[in-house]
């Protein structure tokens, strides 16, 4: 029996990479996953199918972010399949912008709504249906607190508001027994950071230097520090971010 086995947790933006590695390891570890896709409702399906192949509980959930109404019609579509959450992990979100003499206001307001009005507005929408003793999880990014790559100064200020939102919400759920953290990852090997790392011969190498462990991380690498916060290892840890960036900000 694995120790999430009667919980249940929804997971944003998990039909690929680091949304995907932690709805799989959740599904492992026992919860029934609900994973939340926006367009690619075939990889959604895809990571559903992971996740019973290996023995777990899941169904997909497809909700376009970003847009008014996103959170409401998640829920709606989320009760469909339960009733009440344990675990909510805000993973999805846009994870490029360009640089602030390109940007449009178009192209701001969009990387925002996506990335902090939406798990904001999952979660306030979500309260009641989060149990006492429930996990909040956001996925930040260490680009909230480096200038390492300046050009992508518009998300990096998305996570800087996702992580006020964790600390601040970690006093409104606490007596609740409910815990938030925001998980900050740095360079991960995923299809969002191809470019970044196969766009040019020296391009994984120059990303492996960032880390003071010389090397690039995998999405279970992220996996791995939620499912222990969503524990009951995790039970005393709250309002924290977690970095995850292999030593990228030493």
Request: glycine share 14%.
């Amino acid at each position: 029996m694995g120790v999430l086995t009667g919980r249940t947790a929804l997971v944003t933006g998990a039909s690929r990479g680091i949304g995907r590695g932690i709805a799989e390891r959740l599904g492992r570890d026992g919860a029934r996953v609900a994973v939340h896709y926006g367009r690619n409702e075939t990889a959604a399906k895809e990571t559903v199918a992971s996740i019973e192949r290996a023995g777990g509980s899941a169904f997909a959930v497809g909700v376009e972010l970003g847009a008014p109404g996103d959170a409401e019609a998640l829920w709606e579509e989320f009760d469909r399949h339960a009733d009440g959450l344990d675990i909510l992990v805000n993973n999805a979100g846009i994870g490029n912008t360009r640089p602030i003499g390109q940007l449009d206001e178009g192209e701001f307001d969009k990387v925002f709504a996506v990335n902090v009005k939406a798990p904001f507005f999952i979660l306030k929408h979500g309260m009641t249906r989060l149990r006492d003793g429930g996990r909040v999880v956001n996925i930040s990014s260490g680009l909230a607190r480096t200038a390492v790559m300046p050009d992508n100064m518009a998300y990096a200020m998305t996570k800087g508001a996702l992580d006020v939102f964790s600390r601040d919400l970690s006093k409104v759920l606490g007596s609740r027994g409910i815990t938030v953290n925001s998980v900050a990852p740095g360079i991960i090997d995923t299809d969002n950071t191809a470019a970044l790392l196969r766009g040019s011969p020296d391009g994984w190498a120059k990303a492996a230097a960032i880390s003071a462990l010389g090397g690039v991380g995998e999405p279970a690498e992220v996996a791995d520090v939620v499912a222990f916060l969503v524990s009951d290892g995790g039970r005393w840890v709250t309002g924290s971010w977690m970095d995850v960036t292999g030593g990228s900000l030493t």
